[in-house]
T-cell receptor, first 111, second 112 residues
Framework: NAGVTQTPKFRILKIGQSMTLQCTQD?????MYWYRQDPGMGLKLIYY???????DKGEVPNGYNVSRSTTEDFPLRLELAAPSQTSVYFC??????????FGPGTRLTVT | GQQLNQSPQSMFIQEGEDVSMNCTSS?????WLWYKQDPGEGPVLLIA?????ELTSNGRLTAQFGITRKDSFLNISASIPSDVGIYFC????????????FGQGTRLTINP
């Protein structure tokens, strides 16, 4: 199993551009999550999904959108990128016993 | 929102020393998770605990689920340089169990 994979690893965006961060898991987990982590800080939940077709907001959803058309994929969309969205983004999926497994992260810089 | 209080926030130790850190909550948890995050990497799950009083080991790491269900402890024995990193406790609260609550992290630094 590859686990949770994320692409790209790094990206630089100009203010106002948009992009999609990709996340795929091959563990057949129903639950998937997007977090952001600012330098020296903890993880903040952006959006999560409890299954295909179902998504819900976390604590910092503004400026982001998600979709979940399949069990495997949970892309995160940034529209009109802002400097405040400069961060490291982690995707995770969860087992039935609540263990979350994280991807390697996408480091995003908005200038 | 609900928070986990993790202590200490940072530790500076000599190689070979043992390390202890803990995590407390004002409400009960049914599961405790311990993660390690290396610089520039995603968190990696070290140990998962499911029952009050449970003691689980993973190599030199040992974690315990407190009997009150409001705390958990992580010990690292005979520390080595690759133990450097940030250790997080986490758990799904009883209310809102789809999400995890995280501790603030313990940053471990080891002097060779």
């Amino acid at each position: 199993n590859a686990g949770v994979t994320q692409t790209p690893k790094f990206r630089i965006l100009k203010i106002g551009q948009s992009m999609t961060l990709q996340c795929t898991q091959d563990m057949n987990h129903n639950y998937m999550y997007w977090y952001r982590q600012d330098p020296g800080m903890g993880l903040k939940l952006i959006y999560y999904s409890v299954g295909a077709g179902i998504t819900d907001k976390g604590e910092v959803p503004n400026g982001y959108n998600v979709s979940r058309s399949t069990t495997e994929d949970f892309p995160l969309r940034l529209e009109l990128a802002a400097p405040s969205q400069t961060s490291v983004y982690f995707c995770a999926s969860r087992t039935a016993t609540a263990e979350q497994y994280f991807g390697p992260g996408t480091r995003l810089t908005v200038t | 929102g609900q928070q986990l209080n993790q202590s200490p926030q940072s530790m500076f130790i000599q190689e070979g020393e043992d390390v202890s850190m803990n995590c407390t909550s004002s409400s009960i948890f049914n599961t405790w998770l311990w993660y390690k995050q290396d610089p520039g990497e995603g968190p990696v799950l070290l140990i998962a605990l499911y029952k009050a009083g449970e003691l689980t080991s993973n190599g030199r790491l040992t974690a315990q689920f407190g009997i009150t269900r409001k705390d958990s402890f992580l010990n690292i024995s005979a520390s080595i340089p690759s133990d450097v990193g940030i250790y997080f406790c986490a758990g799904p609260p009883v209310q809102g169990a789809q999400k995890l609550v995280f501790g603030q992290g313990t940053r471990l630094t080891i002097n060779p």
